[in-house]
């Protein structure tokens, strides 16, 4: 197993002003396969940005544990998850006009945070990457110059630059139109299968998360609801439960995954 | 071109820069001293107690080595907040950092410490604590966490006007005859410092530059956001700490030798990233020997437009510096306000 969680539990530090239902994460369990796509989802504050802080160790479980390649994740050092885990946020602070090599060079600081610059093979790795993802024609203009989707390949080649075992993709989707989309999708199986990088997705997105991940994770509140392959977890009457929302499932012609709709409260007699 | 061969060809012009004006600066001033009787000077050629002598070596090039390092200081002050507040209009002045440091220095000196080497040190010692308690101030009003653009800026004006009036306070509470001196300080002014000062200066500087530079590639990730730079494998706290601690020691050292100098942290920073890109490690090193060479600039300006009087250095940075400002907003960052 590339990522393996056993119980693991969180809670934020009360805030103030005091929400209503404060958030607890609880007995979260799941394992994630050596080449697997695995994708989380469900609803806003169900737990899927608090489990990539986990598994980035920003942030420490209070119960469980969880296990990177057979080894306990709190015995790693910062560098050395970094090493083995890639996030791809959601975006790119646009203040500093770094240029796109520049960016995916700092994928390589965990594999050598004392060198004050990178050395030749960095700069090989990061070239590698920067051609697997497609940015490669790119590398020397500045980030704020490109669009939402070249924007997002240039930080998933700095995460590729890494060279992690397993990628975390936060929210790919956002931002990006359909064509963006399906470029993504392209892409990312692409790299599973190419290079044989694991991927946790976390996705709003159900049908983006259907088409491109092998198994799902439901959760809802901060507890996993149900795991399994698209076709198990987006059943109507699972996802109705937890969004709370009527939606229709069928098949997709192409692919033959689940493609989930809603169903628009006013849409009858319209 | 690969970074390493970009930084040594920008280190090389800057110091060819810097070494045009340090002699441009040697050269003129108000004594009317031939380039000659200079160069004599500088040789030894001239008698110890000879006008030349006196005026070279004792005034013009300690103040173009106070010149130089306070410059540096606050370039790289600059880049390090930039770096910090992930704020691109970041700087001493502008955070009320530098208004601080003057508090604590204005305090040194109402309690009578002078420029002996003991001093200096407690002039120093002030000062940090005041910038320290300056930029504490701003980062929590600013509402620690998410710093914008607005609220950083906005905290380090309200801060900058506290510490301006708690120093109106405690010089209306000094002996007049002692009001001179500190009023003409607060302009910023570079005047010639004695050995034991120039070289705590120089230290306190020297550190401030090796706690930042030391941290350049660390910097650079701290852009991506703070969480992207702990999931790349950098301790953020401790990270932001020295950063922290290494931009306050340099505002400091500057206040207290020099006075709160305005603006070099935006300008010279700013000028930079047009030709070098927004890589700290270049910036860092580069911004040292440019603001070297702009603050000399500035102050050999300074001193020649009104001879034989002489304009504030301060006077100077704050006439470039505000259009500058004003432009930046206007143009560059206008989507981040």
Request: proline share 6%; with cysteine.
């Amino acid at each position: 197993m590339i990522v393996e969680a056993r119980g693991v539990g969180f809670a934020y530090p009360p805030s103030r002003p005091r929400r209503a239902h404060p958030f607890r994460l609880a007995d979260l369990a799941f394992g994630l396969a050596p080449g697997e796509i695995l994708g989380v989802i469900g609803p806003n504050s169900a737990g899927k940005t608090t489990l990539i802080r986990l598994l980035t160790r920003v942030l420490e479980p209070a119960a469980g544990e969880i296990l990177l390649e057979g080894r306990p994740l709190a015995r790693l050092d910062r560098a050395e998850v970094a090493r083995r885990v890639a996030v791809v946020p959601q975006g790119v602070p646009p203040q500093f006009p770094f240029s796109v090599e520049e960016l995916v060079l700092m994928g390589r600081f965990p594999h050598a945070p004392a060198r004050y610059f990178e050395d030749a093979a960095d700069r090989a790795v990061a070239h590698g990457a920067m051609a697997a993802a497609g940015v490669l024609e790119l590398a020397a203009l500045p980030l704020d110059s490109l669009s939402g989707g070249e924007r997002q390949r240039a930080v998933i080649a700095r995460a590729l630059a890494q060279e992690p075992r397993l990628l975390v993709l936060d929210e790919p989707t956002a931002h990006l139109d359909l064509r963006h989309q399906a470029e993504a999708a392209t892409l990312l199986r692409r790299l599973n299968r190419e290079r044989g990088v694991s991927m946790l997705l976390v996705s709003h997105d159900l049908n983006f998360a259907a088409e491109v991940c092998d198994r799902l994770l439901l959760l809802a509140a901060g507890r996993p609801v149900r795991l399994g392959t698209p076709e198990e977890v987006l059943e109507a009457p699972v996802l109705e439960a937890v969004y709370g929302c009527e939606v229709h499932v069928e098949k997709s012609a192409a692919s033959r995954r689940p493609v989930v709709q809603v169903v628009w409260p006013d849409a009858r007699g319209r | 071109m690969s970074p390493r061969a970009r930084l040594a060809a920008a280190l090389g012009v800057l110091t060819l820069v810097l070494l045009a004006v340090a002699a441009l600066a040697l050269f003129l001033g108000g004594a009317a001293i031939s380039p000659r009787a200079v160069l004599a000077a500088l040789a030894g050629r001239a008698g110890a107690q000879s006008v030349e002598s006196v005026v070279t070596l004792s005034i013009r090039l300690p103040r173009i080595a106070v010149a130089a390092l306070a410059g540096g200081a606050l370039a790289v002050a600059g880049v390090a907040f930039q770096a910090l507040t992930r704020n691109p209009l970041a700087e001493p002045s502008v955070l009320g950092v530098s208004g601080g440091a003057a508090f604590g220095v204005v305090i040194a000196q109402s309690l009578g410490l002078g420029f002996g080497v003991l001093g200096a040190a407690g002039l120093t010692a002030f000062a940090f604590a005041g910038a320290v308690v300056a930029a504490g101030a701003v980062y929590l009003i600013a509402g620690a966490g998410r710093l914008s653009v607005q609220t950083l800026l906005l905290a380090g004006v309200i801060v900058g006007l506290f510490f301006a009036s708690a120093i109106t306070v405690v010089i209306s509470l000094l002996d007049v005859n002692r009001l001179g001196g500190v009023i003409y300080w607060l302009l910023g002014n570079l005047g010639t410092l004695p050995p034991a000062s120039l070289g705590l200066f120089a230290l306190s500087a020297a550190a401030g530059l090796g706690l930042v530079l030391v941290h350049a590639r660390e910097l650079n990730l701290l852009a991506l956001g703070e969480e992207a730079a702990q999931q790349l494998g950098v301790d953020a706290d401790r990270l932001k700490i020295r950063i922290f601690a290494g931009a306050a020691l340099l505002t400091a050292s500057v206040v207290a030798f020099a006075g709160p100098i305005g603006f070099v942290g935006l300008i010279v920073p700013h000028a930079l990233r047009m030709l070098l890109g927004a890589d700290n490690r270049l910036l860092v090193p580069a911004a040292f020997v440019g603001g070297a060479s702009f603050l000399l600039a500035a102050d050999t300006l300074a001193r020649s437009i009104v001879a034989p009087g002489e304009l504030s250095v301060g006077v100077i940075t704050s006439f470039c510096g505000a259009p500058v400002f004003v432009w930046l907003l206007r143009t560059r960052y206008r989507a981040l306000l």
